[in-house]
């Protein structure tokens, strides 16, 4: 990789077909839209089988992260603008927080980058979880601040980034994968 290049990472969901693609089809296109968005993929996991949360609410998520090389050029805004964009041309509505979606694309993080800073990531992240259904943060928050917490980010993106470490906690990701309970991580099957 060129020293002017830095790592995005993504994770990648889907729960609903969009028109005749189902999910899986979906994931493999938005990779390729965000190709033609200038954004090269590094690295892609394979596609994985999560259940819907809460179970029975809906059909299950297929899963996937992806590393996509970004330039020096290309701030954070930018690269969330092409992400929503890509959303955008798979159908994908902002209506419901943590609700089904045909394409949704969450910028995790980008090298060791802190957003908006230490003391606000930190609040975002140790937030209750019964807080975290009423409150939107107004500004993006990086490292993903629920990342640590989800077991269908953190199996797709131990198989491309094991070894990236968390600016804030310190922690690789097969770190916090193993805090994880069994029980979550064996939740998520791959597809392939």
């Not at 954004?39 to 819907?52: D, F, G, R, V, W």
């Not at 490292?143 to 199996?155: E, G, I, K, M």
Request: glycine share 6%; aromatic share 4%.
């Amino acid at each position: 990789m060129d020293a002017n290049e830095k790592l995005a990472l993504i994770a990648l969901g889907a729960n609903l077909p969009f028109g005749k693609m189902p999910p899986v089809a979906t994931l493999l296109a938005a990779l390729s839209a965000l190709a033609e968005e200038g954004l090269e993929i590094h690295a892609k996991s394979k596609m994985y089988s999560t259940p819907c949360f809460p179970a029975g609410v809906g059909p299950d998520y297929v899963n996937a992260a992806a590393a996509l090389k970004i330039g020096a050029k290309d701030d954070v805004a930018s690269v969330l603008q092409a992400l929503h964009r890509v959303e955008a041309q798979f159908g994908r509505e902002r209506r419901q927080r943590w609700g089904m979606r045909t394409l949704d694309l969450d910028l995790l993080a980008v090298e060791d980058l802190i957003l908006p800073d230490d003391a606000g990531h930190r609040h975002w992240m140790d937030l209750e979880p019964e807080s975290q259904i009423g409150q939107v943060p107004d500004q993006l928050i990086l490292p993903h601040p629920r990342l640590q917490d989800r077991a269908f980010v953190l199996v797709p993106l131990a198989e491309i980034a094991p070894n990236w470490r968390h600016p804030v906690t310190g922690k690789t990701v097969q770190q916090m994968l193993a805090t994880l309970s069994i029980q979550d991580r064996d939740a998520i099957k791959p597809l392939e």
